[in-house]
Structure formats: structure tokens, C-alpha cells
């Protein structure tokens, strides 16, 4: 079984890695809060001093990081990944980050014999922990059967998305996709409940409805927008802000028009300069409702509602 190495141990590092652990594979595990990397040793795992020491120690190498600029310092900086990777070991980034730039780092690791994957994850904290994230690779396919086993040990939903870069591509899409329908259900929840109908019994109309059966109407909003609490942040709104940021660079590169998107990046900014950066990303929510002159608020259990997606898909 691989000696496995993890860089970055927060809210999204820190339950994958857990999750290998716990599948048993030899880790070595490195952070900037040493803090975070306790539960680790505790449970056997490795401390290393760097990056490089990680990957000097390991056959595959995780970077969990906050996005693109972390990234790059972490692979190929000053005791980087690369310097301290051996030849035939593997390095899977599972940010969420920018195409290009795995692009970029991929020919620097294969000229030293090192394979790259780009590899990340959808599903929010909850699903790190729970081993409930898509997983999305872009890479050589052979390395990524090759390393797929350690992939299942910590993603339910494993998918090889095509070269380098397509990892990444895929996730910019799902979020930039995500961004969009979020913005259509405040509006249209926010028109509802101005045009006289309960919050929640129009939750529930659409629940049962078209929109309900592909999951659209997910539990964040009953976890955080129709309680107007927005804190703690299941995702923040400045990693929100991040990965939209990057939809839409993406979409200049390849001069493709996204009128919804940037309508959303330009919400998701507006909200960062009310202060809201740590909020949950769905603090958006507010400035539908103030724009619209309503709240939409109901006292619906978060449990409840997760159960009947699952009991009622049909519904």
C-alpha cells in the first residue's frame, strides 16, 4: 500500500485525509498550523517539515489548498512538491483552481518523471468528513486507475474527467452552474413569498414539482437562508467568490459569453464589500431580498427536508 502525503489540513483537507487514514494507508502529513495536523499524529501519521519533505517521503502527494496562487507556491516554490517528488510518485492537487495553471505545472513534474493529476472535490465540509464528494480528475488515465482505490477512500463519486486541466474545468463549470440556479431560486422565492405565499408552503410546491425531482432547491437554503443566519459558513463566501472569479477568467479565455455568471460574480463582490466574507456563500441571498423588499423565512427542519429528497425523488 502507497505512503500517502497530504498538504493542507483545513476544513476540506483535514476530513479527506482523515478518510485515507482511516482506510490505512501511511501518511505524512505537513500544514502551516501545525495544529492541525495533531490528529494525524496521533493517529500514526508522519509529521514533515515541508513540502518538499512530504513529497521526498511519498509515492502519491495531496494538495488540498485555497486556490491558485497557494497552489503554485506549494508545488513548485521554494521547497515545493517538486522538489522533493521522486520519480514514478504521483501529485493530485484537489483545489479548486485554475486550468491554465496545471497545465502549466504538469510538463515541470513530467520532466522530472512525476505524474500530476488535477483532482477537485464537490460536497462542501460535511461531505470531506463524510467521504460524500464527487471527486473530478483530469490526468494521464491509466494514472488515475492506478490510483483510484486511494481516490474511493475518501470520494463516493469518482469520475475521470479527461487531460490535466479537465478536473478543474469540470469543477468551475459545476460551481459556475451552481452560482446561476441559486440566484433563480432567490428571485423566485423571493417573488413568491412578496406575492403573498408562505415561505415554506412554496418551498414545498417546489420541492414536489419538476425542480424537486432534479434536486435543485438544495438544503442550503433551509439551512442558512430561510433562517437568516449565516454564520458558521458551511462554504464561505470568499471561496464562492474565488471559484466564480475563476469561471469567468476561464470563459475569457475561450471567448465564451456568460451573462448569468458574471451577473453572479458581480452579486457574489457585492457581498464581499458588505463585509460578508466569512458568511455562508448563500448570504447572496440578502441582497435579493433586499432588492425585492421581502424576506423569505420558515422554520423547517434541515433533516427533515434532506430525508425527503431521498425518500421522494419522484415527488
Known sequence: MET????GLGNMGGGM???IQKAGYQ?????INEGATRPFLEGGAHLASSPADVASQCDVTFTSLPGPR?????AVGLEGVLQGAKPGSVYIDLSTSRPTLI???EPKFREKGVHVLDAPVSGGKSGAQSRNLAVMVGGDREVFERVKPLLDAFGDKVFYAGEIGAGSVAKLVHNMIGHGVRQAIAEGMTLGVKAGVDTEALWQCIRRGSLGRMNVLHEGFVRTVFKGEYEPAGFALSLARKDIGLATELAKEFDVPMPIANLSEQLAIQAMNRGWANHDSTVVVRLQEEMADVEIRADIDVTKAAKF???HPDE
Open 4 to 7: 500517502v502525503g497530504f498538504i
Open 17 to 19: 485525509a482523515g478518510n
Open 27 to 31: 501518511m505524512v502529513v505537513h500544514d
Open 70 to 74: 497557494e497552489v503554485e507556491a506549494v
Open 103 to 105: 497545465r502549466e505545472l
Open 309 to 311: 429528497i431521498t425518500t
